[in-house]
């Protein structure tokens, strides 16, 4: 069964950090583009960052850049993204989608909390 799960996700203070892991089943990442998407309450998705499968390209929203990094272990899983100096504007729902590169074939994963108060 092809399957997309996010993890890391929780509860932390502006300023904090939090790392979440996406991790794909049924499949390898070396052929897919991976991206985290962002869903705050009431609005819209948002892009925030995104990996090529061989992880030599990367590129941020301007939101998060310098403050969020994304990598990934040679196409192999997970995929990861750090997120430093957390803001509550960064409050969302995280979600990891892959995209398959050769027919644009896309897979989502469920989501993650990341909730970021004093």
């Known amino acids: 069964e092809v399957q997309l799960v996010e993890s890391g996700g929780g509860m932390v203070q502006p300023g904090g950090s939090l790392r979440l892991s996406c991790s794909a089943s049924?499949?390898?990442?070396?052929?897919?583009?991976v991206s985290w998407v962002r869903q705050a309450p009431g609005k819209g998705p948002e892009w925030v960052s995104s990996?090529?499968?061989?992880?030599?390209?990367?590129s941020f929203a301007d939101s998060v850049n310098r403050r969020f990094t994304i990598s990934i272990d040679n196409g192999k899983n997970p995929v990861s993204l750090q997120m430093n100096s957390l803001k509550p504007e960064d409050t969302a729902v995280y979600y990891c989608k892959a995209r398959r590169v050769r027919n644009g074939l896309e897979y989502w994963g469920q989501g993650t909390q990341v909730t970021v108060s004093p």
């Open positions: 049924g499949f390898t990442f070396s052929m897919y583009d």
């Open positions: 990996i090529n499968g061989g992880g030599r390209t990367t």
